[in-house]
């Protein structure tokens, strides 16, 4: 089994490109290297462009100061699962305001990870502000920057709920 696995990474191995010439003798290499083989360059590894120092080093930080860990359908992706749990936030929250209902768990205690989402997307904003000096993308269709504008209505709302719930 050993051995068969070895041999099946050998091929692979030098399937994928991977230059033979670490494998050879020392005297071998040092004649392939007469007749005018070389060994393959790997390529340059370039920085992630959306990375600090990478934006630094191409002359400011303007370039990539759009950048950001979401954005395009990722953006719309992540607008879409949150923007529900927003909205459930503000009609618990105005709830408790309103009605004097009190805060609860709910079914699953998706009331309790509404409440924890709103707030967790208005802290990923903060942030992203503090950080790069202006809020998350809005992403496709805007959803994302739906969500990050709900989501401050959201904890004020949860705010003012916890105080209306308290006294």
Same mark, same amino acid.
């Given at each position: 089994?050993? $051995?068969?696995? $070895?041999?099946?990474?050998?091929?692979?191995?030098?399937?994928s490109?991977?230059?033979?010439?670490?494998?050879?003798?020392?005297?071998?290499?040092?004649?392939?290297?007469?007749?005018?083989?070389?060994?393959?360059?790997?390529? &340059?590894?370039?920085?992630? &462009?959306?990375?600090?120092?990478? $934006?630094?080093? &191409?002359?400011?930080?303007?370039?990539?100061?759009?950048?950001?860990?979401?954005?395009?359908?990722?953006?719309?992706?992540?607008?879409?699962?949150?923007?529900?749990?927003?909205?459930? #936030?503000l009609?618990?929250?105005?709830?408790?305001?309103?009605?004097?209902?009190?805060f609860?768990?709910?079914?699953?205690?998706?009331?309790?990870? #509404?409440?924890?989402?709103?707030?967790?997307l208005?802290?990923? #904003?903060?942030?992203?502000?503090?950080?790069?000096?202006?809020?998350?993308?809005?992403?496709?269709? @805007?959803?994302?920057g739906?969500?990050? @504008?709900?989501?401050?209505?959201?904890?004020?709302?949860?705010?003012?709920?916890?105080?209306?719930?308290?006294?």
């Open positions: 089994i050993l $051995a068969a696995l $070895a041999t099946w990474s050998w091929k692979v191995a030098l399937g490109g991977l230059s033979s010439s670490f494998v050879m003798a020392a005297g071998q290499r040092e004649s392939c290297w007469r007749k005018g083989f070389r060994p393959t360059q790997r390529p &340059r590894v370039e920085l992630n &462009r959306a990375s600090p120092v990478a $934006a630094k080093a &191409r002359g400011g930080e303007d370039a990539d100061a759009e950048s950001i860990g979401v954005s395009g359908f990722s953006g719309f992706v992540v607008g879409l699962a949150i923007l529900p749990h927003v909205i459930n #936030s009609v618990v929250s105005f709830g408790v305001i309103v009605s004097g209902d009190s609860a768990l709910g079914p699953y205690g998706l009331e309790l990870i #509404s409440c924890t989402t709103t707030v967790g208005t802290l990923w #904003s903060v942030g992203s502000f503090i950080e790069r000096g202006r809020g998350l993308p809005a992403g496709p269709l @805007g959803l994302l739906l969500s990050e @504008g709900l989501s401050y209505l959201g904890c004020l709302l949860l705010v003012v709920a916890g105080l209306a719930s308290t006294t």
